[in-house]
């Protein structure tokens, strides 16, 4: 089945640590992007990729981190720079990084503080 | 004005009643329009593309209205199963003062309850 893999589902952090979150996909598309998603909150953009090797910041990147060094992965990691972790992470993709296509999520990684 | 704006709700209605969700964007140069259903602690899912002339998918119909920069989602015979927050997603093409310019803005939602 084509999708997005997210892994893991559960995650939690230590003060200091950085943490990667992972995102895999086999449905060959150019654009992956990771959103933020608080309680009661809408998503908000962290960081996205048109295509291979290059990435932009979204409208909240501090304090987290990508690479996009194959087409099916894009991780994230949440930096000890990142004082406030606490919440449902979610990588997209889209066919192309136009704005014209729909974005297909994955299931979603929760991270929370220990 | 927020970029993408949604009645919080909740909407509580009965099985097989019609209910109607609107949301308003702030930026007239956006192009492409979504409804998204995201479930309790899940992932959001494309529910529908919304086209300029109205589209129908099933019991959903969505309407766009560019002039108004508005845009609805009607349920006929609402089921259980419709039960979630539905989303209002525009695209952020033409802002210009936005690293993301083409991504997408999510707005925060709409609760929809279906009660028996």
């Known amino acids: 089945d084509g999708g997005i893999t997210q892994s893991p589902k559960y995650l939690f952090r230590k003060e200091g640590q950085n943490v990667t979150l992972s995102c895999e996909q086999n449905?060959?598309?150019?654009?992956m992007y990771w959103y933020r998603q608080d309680p009661g909150q809408g998503l908000r953009l962290i960081y996205y990729s048109q295509i291979v090797n290059d990435f932009q910041k979204g409208d909240i990147a501090e304090g987290y981190s990508v690479s996009r060094e194959k087409k099916e992965s894009f991780p994230l990691t949440v930096t000890s720079a990142q004082k406030n972790p606490t919440a449902f992470y979610l990588c997209a993709s889209s066919a192309t990084g136009g704005g014209n296509q729909p974005q297909h999520f994955g299931d979603g990684t929760r991270l929370s503080i220990l | 004005r927020k970029e993408v704006e949604q009645d919080p709700g909740p909407f509580n209605v009965p099985e097989g009643a019609t209910v109607a969700f609107n949301c308003t964007y702030s930026n007239s140069a956006s192009q492409s329009f979504f409804w998204y259903r995201q479930d309790c602690r899940k992932e959001p899912k494309l529910l529908m593309s919304?086209?300029?002339s109205g589209n129908e998918d099933g019991r959903f119909t969505a309407q766009l209205n560019r002039a108004s920069q508005y845009i609805s989602l009607l349920i006929r015979d609402s089921k259980l199963s419709d039960s979630a927050t539905y989303l209002c997603?525009?695209?952020?093409?033409?802002?210009?003062?936005?690293?993301?310019?083409?991504?997408?803005?999510f707005g925060k939602g709409t609760s929809l309850l279906v009660t028996p």
């Open positions: 919304v086209y300029s």
């Open positions: 997603v525009v695209n952020k093409r033409g802002t210009v003062s936005s690293n993301s310019g083409y991504a997408l803005n």
């Open positions: 449905l060959n598309h150019d654009a």
